[in-house]
């Protein structure tokens, strides 16, 4: 096993509760960790033994820049789930999502979850 990490994909989409967040938009920021398990030794040196990283980036973009949820939570599950899906050699996705204005009453850098699938 092995783990490939992703950090601060960027995504412009429209995300959140209230509708001033799907008017406006904002800017998310995701980090995949994958915990992979090759299908054939790394020693192969073969991208079909692995996960190739511009296709779940690809995966991770459609999803974020799709249809709108309302929890960020959600939004990193179905990630999770996407690419456990699209890999079979992923045996473990964490998926974190930052929301940098979120609409609190107060000042923070951001709001992040994060969601392992499966659990």
Request: glycine share 4%; proline share 5%.
């Amino acid at each position: 096993m092995y783990v490939i990490r992703m950090k601060n994909c960027a995504f412009f989409a429209r995300h959140g509760v209230l509708d001033e967040e799907e008017t406006l938009g904002q800017r998310f920021y995701i980090d995949a960790e994958l915990t992979v398990e090759p299908s054939r030794p790394l020693t192969e040196d073969s991208i079909e033994d692995t996960v190739n990283y511009g296709v779940a980036f690809a995966v991770i973009e459609k999803i974020v820049t799709g249809h709108r949820r309302f929890l960020i939570e959600a939004l990193a599950l179905e990630v999770a789930k996407a690419l456990t899906a699209r890999f079979s050699q992923i045996r473990k996705a964490a998926i974190t999502v930052r929301k940098p204005n979120a609409p609190v009453p107060g000042v923070l850098d951001y709001v992040e979850v994060t969601v392992v699938w499966p659990e």
